[in-house]
């Protein structure tokens, strides 16, 4: 069983910089994908960055490309997202996902993830 917990999240400033980090209680978290997503009050959950399980190839939305960074570190079952010169419509309650190995769905859907946090909240000020 995949547990997810997401942690990092607060209030910043328009420029400024927060790592968002995400453990999972699991045993077999290196052979998920891992994704982010974001929701915004009265907005879908979007798509922000994944990760594949094997080669750690990373995906990101174009909102974020050059600013958003997915890592994982398999050895510490933990997912990280830093995210650098935030906006204020970067503002969100974000989610981190995992989709197991045999899931063929596509990364950037977040219908595809089979486990999710509680999610964190970011807050940024103009």
């Known amino acids: 069983q995949v547990q997810l917990a997401e942690s990092g999240g607060g209030l910043v400033q328009a420029g400024g910089s927060l790592r968002l980090s995400c453990a999972d209680s699991g045993r077999t978290f290196s052979s998920y994908a891992l994704g982010w997503f974001r929701q915004a009050p009265g907005k879908e959950r979007d798509f922000v960055a994944a990760i594949s399980w094997s080669l750690s190839r990373t995906y990101y939305a174009d909102s974020v490309k050059g600013r958003f960074t997915i890592s994982r570190d398999n050895a510490r079952n933990t997912v990280y997202l830093q995210m650098n010169s935030l906006k204020p419509e970067d503002t969100a309650v974000y989610y981190c996902?995992?989709?197991?190995?045999?899931?063929?769905?596509?990364?950037?859907?977040?219908?595809?993830?089979?486990?999710w946090g509680q999610g964190t909240q970011v807050t940024v000020s103009s």
């Open positions: 996902a995992a989709r197991s190995a045999t899931n063929s769905g596509s990364l950037y859907v977040s219908g595809s993830y089979d486990y």
